[in-house]
């Protein structure tokens, strides 16, 4: 089983910048991509950003050149800096990893989600 525990959200005034960190623990072999989704209330979740065991990454284009993913593989902890934060960017965010368990399985697992409200 793995763990992701988030922490960083909250209540940000427009222009503003959030930084939001998620660990992931627990009995794995390794951590192949991370990444962070987001749904917002009435709306699909959708990927964010997402960065591979050896720094690739790629974003939703909404927040291109606003948002960094980032990660630090000897603490299997993934990253996103969000700068310029507008009220459109207002949702639950979600860590997510796909990490290689026993039995050389490959699972999908996601944090609880922290809150994110940009607001003046």
């Known amino acids: 089983q793995v763990q992701l525990v988030e922490s960083g959200g909250g209540l940000v005034q427009p222009g503003g910048s959030l930084r939001l960190s998620c660990a992931a623990s627990?009995?794995?072999?390794?951590?192949?991509?991370m990444g962070w989704f987001r749904q917002a209330p009435g709306k699909q979740r959708e990927s964010v950003a997402r960065?591979?065991?050896?720094?690739?990454?790629n974003y939703v284009d909404s927040v291109k050149g606003r948002f960094t993913i980032s990660r630090d593989n000897a603490k299997n902890t993934v990253y996103l800096q969000m700068n310029s934060l507008t009220p459109e960017d207002t949702a639950v965010y979600y860590c997510?990893?796909?990490?290689?368990?026993?039995?050389?399985?490959?699972?999908?697992?996601w944090g609880q989600g922290t809150q994110v409200t940009v607001s003046s």
């Open positions: 997510n990893a796909v990490a290689v368990v026993v039995g050389n399985l490959v699972h999908n697992y």
């Open positions: 960065i591979s065991n050896d720094g690739n990454t």
């Open positions: 627990g009995s794995f072999f390794k951590i192949n991509d």
